[in-house]
């Protein structure tokens, strides 16, 4: 059975979004559509015969806490060993660094391949991806020498430790301490950690934590927080570094992965090294954070995109009923595929999983020129990402729990049941909204700060984007009508954050009160947008090749499809946006 679509996933990079165009850049210049073409194919082998085949039983089967150890499921040790023989860990990095140089676009979409296969255990070789990429950033050559050719070769695990139990969004009250020792750059750490994904495993021989903490007599807030190595074994002697094991959460989705509840110098024994400068750990741990929220958005995206072909395959092959209208019972029941409400909740999870890998790809190749280009284009791509990443992140994240929904619901009561993969599918969605920043921390960065940052700037260029798309549509006669709505919401939409705006001084509160509501209706219009050039592709492909395949037929209906169901919620969030009843403010807490 298909998890996702080797058509789509070409259409998406080499048609859509181009992504030959980075080869001219001197970075990738090694590259081309044959090396690419390798990469996804090395993918969709490991996906289909290493990670694939262990989803449901790494999700029945979860990790336990044994005499302070936490043990997962035995396949992830081979796993681990393959991404890393394999290249996948550091495959992005610079050739001096034993990578690959290769675009973040396709690491990017490898990923999604993965993801689609086995969420839980795609999370353990690219959570070491971003610890090792914060070590060769901003560390010293001595702390890259030590760690990172573990790390990279998948020996060791990587992590991002930032939550504690009363510091999870709101990292300034974060309580673990850094103390100065008398050898330069060592510090004895003490404190807690909470929900550290594969913060301790038997799958590899050591831990290394990328750990926000706060060096003793350092300011309060996010200013006085530094970033720091602590493994849980020291190197190179491989004597305990006083980092416990406390326990591992037992979470609905997402199982294979174990979540772990670290205790950090409770023996008064912890080292852990200082990451570049004391008190800027937050702007460096924010470099794997943005990249990490793009990849939110595709690990949704993916679970979404292989819960619907399940729902696909499931709609085809299932009897049930007859067509409207016809009243004879002796005539053979019909697939349910061919009944208008299955084929809207099919075209709902396809619309919605195809457009946000349209977007999350797009974001991905504006990182990669951020990455190797200069001056202005430099600057523009990468004001235009920064205000992108909220809406990668959250949109998909959001909608995927509802499209895993509607798969659920075109099995029906073998939906409900752990007998079919689409139910792992819905608990596994659940995360993301979560994870790497709740949904309504984004939206408060994207109306609060994106929004207005460089004197809306930023905004500016996301409008531009859009008006160019709108440009290209309404030449082409057949999406003229599309290219025209979407004209008419863009104007909305800025009117709507015209009117929010002018709250932001005098009425605080009532300007951030439903910038949530705010996300969504951007994120709506943004995949409207992501839709459109996706049919401006097609209608030229098409020109190009002088026919209509059966799959550039279903991506115009499926354009149709989100301008008739989705872009038209717009109306009803922009009407609350703008109202002056303020029900959520109002509501006194003694009142619940």
Not at 137 to 152: A, I
Request: with cysteine.
């Amino acid at each position: 059975m298909s998890f996702y679509s080797k058509r789509d996933l070409n259409f998406q990079l080499f048609e859509n979004q181009k992504v030959l165009d980075l080869v001219k850049y001197p970075y990738f210049k090694d590259h081309s559509e044959e090396t690419f073409q390798m990469v996804l194919e090395a993918a969709d082998k490991i996906a289909e015969h290493a990670l694939k085949p262990l989803m449901t039983e790494m999700d029945r089967n979860e990790p336990q806490l044994v005499n302070g150890k936490i043990m997962v499921h035995e396949g992830m040790k081979k796993i681990l060993r393959q991404f890393g023989e394999d290249g996948w860990i550091n495959a992005t990095f610079d050739y001096d660094d034993g990578g690959q140089q290769l675009p973040n676009t396709l690491h990017m979409a490898s990923g999604f391949i993965f993801q689609a296969a086995n969420y839980s255990a795609s999370v353990y070789p690219f959570l070491t991806t971003g610890a090792a990429n914060l070590i060769r950033t901003f560390g010293s050559k001595e702390l890259v020498k030590r760690f990172t050719p573990n790390m990279y070769s998948g020996k060791w695990q990587g992590t991002m430790a930032l939550t504690e139990p009363d510091a999870g969004s709101s990292l300034s009250d974060l309580t673990t301490t850094a103390y100065p020792t008398d050898m330069e750059g060592i510090y004895k750490i003490i404190g807690q950690k909470i929900y550290i994904s594969c913060g301790d495993h038997d799958a590899c021989e050591n831990v290394i934590h990328l750990m926000l903490a706060r060096i003793k007599g350092s300011p309060a807030g996010v200013k006085g927080i530094s970033l720091f190595v602590v493994p849980q074994k020291r190197v190179p002697n491989g004597e305990p570094n006083d980092v416990l094991t406390e326990g591992v959460y037992h979470k609905m989705g997402y199982k294979g992965a174990p979540i772990a509840h670290l205790m950090i110098g409770t023996n008064d024994g912890c080292e852990g090294y200082l990451v570049g400068e004391a008190n800027k750990g937050l702007s460096y741990m924010f470099q794997m954070m943005n990249e990490a929220r793009v990849g939110v958005g595709m690990n949704a995206t993916a679970i979404g995109t292989a819960a619907y072909y399940t729902s696909l395959a499931y709609a085809k092959e299932r009897p049930q009923g007859r067509r409207i209208g016809d009243k004879d019972p002796n005539k053979p029941q019909v697939p349910i595929i061919q009944h208008a409400d299955v084929k809207r909740m099919l075209l709902f999870q396809k619309s919605i999983t195809e457009g946000a890998l349209s977007l999350l790809l797009f974001c991905s190749k504006l990182g990669d020129i951020v990455h190797v280009s200069e001056g202005k284009e430099k600057e523009e791509k990468s004001l235009l990402l920064d205000f992108l990443t909220p809406i990668a992140k959250s949109y998909p994240s959001e909608m995927c729990c509802l499209t895993t929904s509607a798969a659920i619901q075109i099995l029906g009561g073998a939906g409900y049941t752990s007998d079919f993969p689409v139910e792992q599918y819905y608990r596994e969605a659940r995360i993301h909204p979560i994870h790497e920043g709740t949904t309504g921390i984004h939206g408060l960065d994207l109306l609060g700060r994106k929004m207005l940052m460089h004197e809306g700037k930023a905004l500016k260029l996301f409008v531009r984007e859009l008006y160019k798309t709108i440009e290209e549509a309404i030449v082409i006669e057949v999406l003229k009508p599309f290219g025209k709505k979407l004209e008419k919401y863009l104007n909305s939409g800025q009117q709507v954050g015209l009117h929010l705006i002018s709250k932001a001084s005098a009425a605080p509160e009532e300007f951030l009160a439903d910038a949530t509501l705010f996300l969504e209706y951007l994120g709506i219009l943004t995949i409207a947008w992501q839709w459109l050039k996706q049919g401006v592709t097609v209608q030229k492909n098409m020109a190009l090749e002088n026919q209509e395949s059966e799959f550039y037929k279903g991506k115009m209906m499926c354009l149709r499809y989100f301008y008739e169901y989705e872009l038209v919620k717009m109306d009803a969030l922009g009407k609350r946006l703008i109202s002056e009843e303020m029900p959520t403010i109002d509501m006194k807490e003694e009142w619940f």
